[in-house]
C-alpha cells in the first residue's frame, strides 16, 4: 500500500475530525503514511490533532499525524495536499447568503453573486497555496475540496503547473437521494452524472436495471416529503434528466427566493448555532477509551471528504478505479471547450485522473449548463488576476444576476462587506 506524506489544509475546522475518521477508515490502504494538518487556528488545529492520533491509537491505524500553523512547512515533500478551507469563515457565508437576498436574488455558496465571492476569497488563497507547494512539493497533487471547487480547479489548472483535481460527493448522492425522495430504494439506483460542478445531469440513470425516470414520474401521483421534493422530480422528468439538486435554483428560481427570503436564518447562520456542540463533541471524544464522531453532534455527519480519500487512494495504489471528479475536460464531454474543467466519471490510476470520454450533458440542459461554463471561466480568471471591472463583468454573466445595475450593486456592497479576504485589484 502506498506509503505518502499528505498535507490537509483546513486541519483545524469544524469538518477535519470526520475528514480524518475517512482517512482512518482506510488506513491500510495507506499504512505508514503522515498526514499534517494545517489550519490557522492553533487551538482548533492542536484539538483536531490530538484527536486523529487518539483515535488512530484505539483503532491499531499505521498513520501518522502532525500539526502546524507554517503552510510551507506542512507542505514540504509532500505526495499529495487536501485542501478544504473558509476564508472569513460561516459569518463569511452568511454575507453572502444575505446580501443577494436583500436584493431579491439567491444568496448561497456556490450560486449566484454569494458563490461568486466565495469564489474570489477561496481562489485569492489557492493561489498562494499553489505557489507554496511549486516551492516546497511541485510534484504533489492538489486535491480541492474548497468550494466553488470548479472555480478554483480551473483558476489553477490555467495558471500553475500544480496538477489539480477537484472534488464532490454530488454526483454520487444526487441520484440516490432524489430516489428515496420518490420512495424508491437507493442502493438500486446507477447513474452516470456529468457537466460542471453542482450543475450536472445523468446521462444515464437506471433503477434496479431499468430507465429510473418512468420510477420517478409514477412517483409524482404518490404523497412526496415536501414541496421541494415535488420539485425536483418534475425537474427531472421534464428534463428526462437527473438533475443537481442545485438546479431548483434557476428553474424554479423566483419561487426558491421566496422561500430563502421568508425564513428567519441563513443556511450558514443555522450552521454556526450549531458549530459550539461540534466542539464540545469533539472535546469528550479526545477523553473517550472508545473515541466515536456521533454524527449529529459532527458537521456534515462523519467520514467526510472520502471521495477525496477515494481518490487518493486510488491514485496512489494504482488501482484504475472510475470516480467523479472535476478535471480538465481535454475533449471528453462535447459540450464544452478542452479547456474547461468538468465535473464527470474519470479513470483515476497512477497516472493519474482522466475523464472518460462519450457522454453527452441532456439536450434541454445545454443552454444552461453553457452559460454557467462561460461564467466560471470568467470568475475563474478574474479571481486570479483581474480587476474589479472584470469581476462585475463575469458577475452579470451568472444567470443569476443577469443585468448590469444589480451586478454593479451586488457587487459593491459584498466587496465591501468581504474587503478583508479580497485582494486590493478588486476593492
Not at 488506513?27 to 490557522?40: K, T, Y
Not at 487518539?54 to 515533500?77: E, N
Not at 433503477?207 to 404518490?222: E, N, T, V
Request: proline share 6%; net charge negative.
Amino acid at each position: 500500500m502506498a506509503r505518502v506524506k499528505l498535507a490537509y489544509i483546513g486541519g483545524g475546522s469544524t469538518r477535519a475530525p470526520g475528514t480524518l475518521a475517512s482517512f482512518l477508515r482506510q488506513a491500510q490502504n495507506f499504512a505508514g503514511s503522515e498526514i499534517v494538518l494545517h489550519d490557522l487556528d492553533e487551538d482548533r488545529l492542536t484539538l483536531v490533532c490530538a484527536l486523529a492520533r487518539h483515535m488512530a491509537d484505539v483503532q491499531g491505524a499505521d498513520l501518522t499525524f502532525s500539526a502546524t500553523t507554517d503552510r510551507r512547512a506542512a507542505l514540504a515533500g509532500c505526495d499529495g495536499v487536501l485542501s478544504s478551507y473558509r476564508p472569513g469563515g460561516f459569518e463569511a457565508r452568511a454575507l453572502d447568503e444575505r446580501i443577494p437576498l436583500s436584493h431579491g436574488v439567491v444568496g448561497q455558496e456556490t450560486q449566484g453573486a454569494g458563490g461568486f465571492f466565495m469564489a474570489l476569497r477561496a481562489v485569492h488563497v489557492a493561489r498562494g497555496l499553489v505557489a507554496d507547494m511549486e516551492a516546497v512539493c511541485p510534484d504533489a497533487w492538489l486535491f480541492n475540496y474548497t468550494n466553488p471547487v470548479n472555480i478554483v480547479a480551473q483558476a489553477v489548472a490555467d495558471h500553475s503547473p500544480v496538477r489539480v483535481v477537484s472534488l464532490c460527493e454530488g454526483p454520487i448522492v444526487f441520484p440516490q437521494e432524489i430516489a428515496q425522495l420518490a420512495g424508491l430504494e437507493p442502493a438500486l439506483v446507477r447513474a452516470t452524472m456529468v457537466g460542471l460542478n453542482h450543475a450536472c445531469w445523468s446521462a444515464d440513470a437506471t433503477y434496479d436495471g431499468a430507465p429510473m425516470l418512468p420510477r420517478l414520474a409514477a412517483s409524482l401521483d404518490g404523497d412526496l416529503p415536501d414541496v421541494w421534493a415535488r420539485r425536483w422530480i418534475e425537474l427531472a422528468v421534464a428534463m428526462d434528466a437527473v438533475p443537481a439538486s442545485y438546479m431548483k435554483y434557476y428553474y424554479f428560481e423566483a419561487e426558491m427566493v421566496a422561500d430563502l427570503r421568508s425564513r428567519t436564518t441563513t443556511r450558514a447562520q443555522d450552521i454556526q448555532a450549531e458549530v459550539p456542540d461540534y466542539w464540545i463533541h469533539y472535546r469528550e471524544q479526545l477523553t473517550s477509551p472508545a473515541p466515536t464522531l456521533i454524527p449529529e453532534r459532527s458537521r456534515g455527519g462523519i467520514f467526510e471528504l472520502e471521495v477525496a480519500v477515494d481518490v487518493m487512494d486510488a491514485l496512489f495504489n494504482d488501482r484504475a478505479e472510475v470516480w467523479p471528479c472535476n478535471v480538465v475536460n481535454h475533449g471528453a464531454l462535447a459540450d464544452f471547450p478542452d479547456s474547461q474543467v468538468i465535473e464527470g466519471p474519470c479513470v483515476v490510476d497512477a497516472r493519474g485522473v482522466r475523464p472518460v470520454a462519450g457522454h453527452r450533458v441532456p439536450p434541454a440542459a445545454r443552454a444552461l449548463t453553457g452559460a454557467l461554463g462561460e461564467y466560471q471561466q470568467l470568475a475563474a480568471d478574474v479571481a486570479w488576476n483581474g480587476t474589479r471591472k472584470q469581476a462585475v463583468q463575469a458577475l452579470v454573466s451568472h444567470p443569476l444576476v443577469r443585468t448590469v445595475p444589480l451586478a454593479q450593486t451586488l457587487y459593491a456592497e459584498l466587496a465591501h462587506a468581504h474587503r478583508a479576504w479580497l485582494p486590493e485589484r478588486l476593492w
